[in-house]
């Protein structure tokens, strides 16, 4: 059974800083991997989509990793600013038959003025 | 584009009480998801939907949870009778079809408190 790990749980920066958030999974036979955003009281928003023959994608500020073999992701965050502040949350698909996804608990990002 | 709408946005019900959400995914995404969401977790799946089929529902607590999707289109997740534990933000998602590699959009959720 996929297990899903993210660490920090919560992180707080200062303005201006990069940072990097953490990704593990147990099941390195993956199709991809998905980082999400998710602001208090609202849904999820994509922010990156890493196939499997992907080291990484870029957007913007964000730029993530994936290490299959060894079962990991990372989602760097340069120039952080408050309006950053959210809860990342990284997913893969559930069972590689679909698009059902399995969550990691999320790090929760408070960025200071 | 309309995205992915829920309704009610919130609900607060007693324990053994009932209880149903509305979802509406964007239009033309033949595949829809119900997650549950606790305070302080990631989003957990419940069932999965092909236009009007059940794909995967094997996380879903079936004793008290039921979900539908009769026309292919809108869903409803429905829970009765509700526990404490049930507390949590219910949350729906679409996507164009089951392939893999395939984004899924997600709608602002349902927070649903039991007393």
């Known amino acids: 059974k996929q297990e899903v790990t993210q660490i920090p749980a919560a992180l707080s920066v200062p303005e201006g800083e990069n940072l990097v958030l953490n990704c593990s999974f147990t099941d390195s036979a993956i199709y991809n991997l998905q980082w999400f955003r998710q602001d208090p009281g609202k849904g999820l928003t994509s922010l990156l989509l890493?196939?499997?023959?992907?080291r990484e994608q870029t957007s913007g500020r964000l730029n993530a990793s994936l290490d299959k073999s060894s079962g990991r992701s990372t989602l760097y965050i340069a120039a952080s600013q408050p309006g950053d502040s959210a809860t990342y949350l990284c997913a893969v698909p559930y069972n590689n038959a679909g698009n059902m996804l399995t969550f990691g608990g999320g790090t929760r990002l408070m960025v200071k003025p | 584009e309309a995205g992915v709408a829920q309704s009610p946005r919130y609900k607060i019900i007693e324990k053994r009480q009932s209880v149903a959400f509305w979802c509406n995914p964007i239009s033309g995404h033949a595949t829809l998801y119900w997650y549950q969401q606790i305070l302080g977790q990631g989003p957990k799946l419940l069932i999965q939907f092909q236009n009007n089929g059940v794909v995967d529902d094997s996380q879903l607590p079936k004793d008290r949870f039921s979900a539908e999707r009769l026309k292919g289109v809108d869903s409803t997740l429905k829970i009765q009778p509700a526990k404490l534990e049930d507390s949590a933000v219910y949350l729906c998602?679409?996507?164009?079809?089951?392939?893999?590699?395939?984004?899924?959009?997600f709608g602002q959720g349902t927070r649903l408190t039991v007393v």
């Open positions: 890493i196939q499997s023959s992907q």
């Open positions: 998602a679409s996507s164009p079809h089951r392939g893999l590699n395939t984004e899924a959009f």
